[in-house]
């Protein structure tokens, strides 16, 4: 699949990316960066949307935008928890009014597939849209439908895929209570180094204006993607040795690996293992440090690795070892969370 335009919300910009200016938070819960959502959405509109439908919206057209298309064939999205401030406010809401009187709007917008359905309404988009919402891979299982739309219905000819996922104000904090976020003083900058349990979390949004056939806006190819429920430690190395072999790679081949270190101590022996195996030579990113890590934060190292094959430069600050890649061709990437729902993804220049 093709990528012809491309878009990304998240807790850095762009600019500070490739400038090498990204900030540091004291924060085990921090925001994606302010919008002039108003660009994009009418201030009538604007003020009834929570920010996961105003992100999704927003990158969503920037998307479309770049690749010259006013309307995708079909819109796949991936979020792992849904419009969780909607849900907020009609749970608070209900208590409130003691389950009277209450408005519709926010449970309307509460659902996961809220996002796909503004952005269909928007578009004026009647083609086929669905929303998967599969905890940390809910961006690669749209990734995989949309794949199977190219291959069983030969009039899609583009599809807009995402990922997008919001904070809220009482039920993020509830990470806190399991340790999924990290305790004391923090400096996000410094969390890959952590000896403690627990991460960090943010929000962010990115998508994909995708096709089968390569185009003249084409500028990465997205080759492949592949979902494990579990992996075992001692089959890592060779369940991504077949993925690269079925796209005819090894893993010498790769020019850099993304790789999802959150700083959880507990489970970033995934991540290090390879780093001291199988990557030892390969360049090795990392971007949760920067970003926080999220159901769908995988979109946004997905937009990642697209952007590093257009511009061909490496974002410094996202280096976790000292090699130097001068033209990327090759670029894959690795998560999980919690020890389950690995990921593999791999991108191609063109």
Request: charged residues 25%.
């Amino acid at each position: 699949m093709y990528i012809n335009g491309m878009a990304s919300i998240a807790a850095q910009t762009e600019e500070d990316l490739f400038a090498g200016n990204l900030k540091s938070f004291q924060q085990n819960i921090f925001p994606a960066t302010i919008v002039n959502y108003k660009e994009y959405i009418k201030p009538m509109m604007l003020r009834r949307m929570s920010k996961a439908i105003k992100m999704g919206l927003v990158a969503a057209k920037q998307a479309l935008n770049e690749a010259g298309v006013e309307v995708p064939d079909s819109i796949i999205v991936g979020t792992g928890e849904g419009c969780k401030q909607d849900t907020e406010k009609f749970l608070e809401n209900i208590l409130d009014e003691n389950e009277s009187f209450l408005t519709p709007t926010a449970f309307i917008q509460s659902t996961h597939n809220t996002v796909g359905g503004q952005i269909a309404l928007d578009l004026k988009c009647t083609g086929y849209n669905m929303t998967y919402t599969q905890n940390s891979v809910s961006f690669e299982s749209a990734l995989i439908d949309a794949k199977l739309q190219f291959a069983e219905d030969p009039d899609t000819r583009c599809v807009l895929v995402g990922g997008v996922d919001e904070l809220a104000k009482t039920s993020t904090p509830f990470y806190n209570l399991d340790g999924q976020l990290k305790a004391g003083e923090i400096n996000t900058a410094e969390i890959l180094q952590s000896e403690s349990g627990g991460t960090i979390t943010s929000e962010g949004a990115a998508f994909f204006l995708l096709s089968e056939i390569r185009t003249q806006d084409s500028f990465a190819e997205i080759s492949d993607c592949m979902i494990y429920r579990e992996i075992s430690e001692e089959k890592l190395e060779e369940e991504i040795s077949w993925f690269l072999k079925k796209n005819d790679l090894k893993p010498e081949d790769l020019d850099a690996v993304i790789l999802g270190n959150n700083g959880d101590k507990r489970f970033d022996h995934y991540y290090h293992q390879l780093q001291d195996t199988i990557f030892k030579n390969t360049l090795q990113l990392g971007y949760k440090n920067w970003v926080g890590d999220y159901n769908t934060v995988t979109a946004y190292s997905c937009w990642l690795g697209a952007e590093i094959l257009k511009r061909n430069e490496i974002p410094q600050q996202l280096k976790l070892n000292n090699l130097e890649v001068k033209q990327p061709k090759s670029i894959l990437i690795y998560n999980q969370y919690l020890g389950k729902n690995h990921s593999l993804t791999l991108l191609r220049s063109l």
